[in-house]
């Protein structure tokens, strides 16, 4: 294959990588780890997880008490 061949391929693969990630794609698991790379593929997990990871619960600050009325700030 000639360099516009290959510059070619890498398009389209990096547009389909793109859909993928999107979730406009349907493919299974592993192709779409294969199509996607390893850095990329823990996007996938969450996708196709049977069930929603569990939330986090927030952590609430502390509440700060009122200021006393009567002396303003100068």
Avoid: C, W
């Avoid at 990630?21 to 996007?43: C, I, Q, S, W, Y």
Wanted: hydrophobic content about 40%; charged content about 30%; proline content about 9%.
């Amino acid at each position: 294959m000639g360099r516009a061949q290959d510059a070619d391929v890498q398009r389209i693969l990096g547009q389909y990588k793109r859909l993928v990630l999107l979730g406009k794609v349907n493919l299974p698991l592993a192709e779409a780890r294969r199509l996607v790379g390893p850095d990329t593929a823990f996007h996938l997990y969450f996708r196709h997880a049977v069930e929603a990871p569990p939330r986090r619960a927030r952590r609430r600050s502390a509440r700060v008490p009122p200021r006393p009325a009567g002396r303003g700030r100068r």
